[in-house]
Structures are given as C-alpha cells and as structure tokens.
C-alpha cells in the first residue's frame, strides 16, 4: 500500500520561504520518480517540479525554475519542496505523487499520468 503524507504549508508573506515535506511509504523515493503538483481554486492541477527516481535529474515548470528546488532524504524516505521568493500567484493546495518509472516531457506534466497521491498541503502567500 502506497501512502503519501504532504506537510509545511502555511501562510507567509510575498516574498517568504517555505519547505514542503512528501513522507512516503510503501514505495522507495531514492528508485521511485516523485513530482509535485498545486491546484488553485477554479483551476486545473498544474506540475510544479518532479525528481527523477535512480538519477534524480529534476524538472520544473517554468514559472518556479530558480525559486523552488525539488530533494530527497534516502534515509527518511522524504521528497521535499524547498519554495523561496514565493509569490501570490504560487497560493495553492500542494500536492506530491509518485509512480515507479519515468515518462518524458510532456508526459510527466499531466496529473493523469501520475498514480499515486496525498491529500495536499495549503499554501497561501499573501500581506
């Protein structure tokens, strides 16, 4: 059984930090690819940034490339999401998923293809 737990949302100003954590179980994130996704309100889930299982290439969506960095802990089996420079545009419910073999772009942009999910962290950047 697969189970993905998203924490380290929170409020925080234009221009704040924040660090996302994906806890995973039943699946190994150091051979396993995870990716991130938000879903705004009245919007559709879009990719955030996703780290490639075995190799750990990473990817990202153009609008966080150079303010979000995508990591993992081996040891702790955790996928996080370090978010800097954060803007009201990134407000949105995060959400992590995994699937066990990589699919290239623009594949891996499309929730669908993902199979596994959390149930999502609230990120609000606001004044």
């Known amino acids: 059984q697969v189970q993905l737990v998203e924490s380290g949302g929170g409020l925080v100003q234009p221009g704040g930090s924040l660090r996302l954590s994906c806890a995973a179980s039943?699946?190994?994130?150091?051979?396993?690819?995870v990716a991130w996704f938000r879903q705004a309100p009245g919007k559709e889930r879009e990719f955030v940034a996703a780290?490639?299982?075995?190799?750990?290439?990473?990817y990202y969506a153009n609008s966080v490339k150079g303010r979000f960095t995508i990591s993992r802990d081996y040891a702790k089996n955790v996928v996080s999401l370090q978010m800097n420079s954060l803007e009201p545009d990134d407000t949105a419910l995060y959400y992590c998923?995994?699937?066990?073999?990589?699919?290239?772009?623009?594949?891996?942009?499309?929730?669908?293809?993902?199979?596994?999910w959390g149930q999502g962290t609230q990120v609000t950047v606001s004044s």
């Open positions: 039943g699946r190994n994130v150091g051979s396993n690819s």
């Open positions: 780290i490639r299982g075995n190799s750990g290439m990473t």
């Open positions: 998923t995994v699937r066990q073999n990589w699919i290239v772009q623009p594949y891996y942009e499309d929730p669908n293809n993902w199979n596994y």
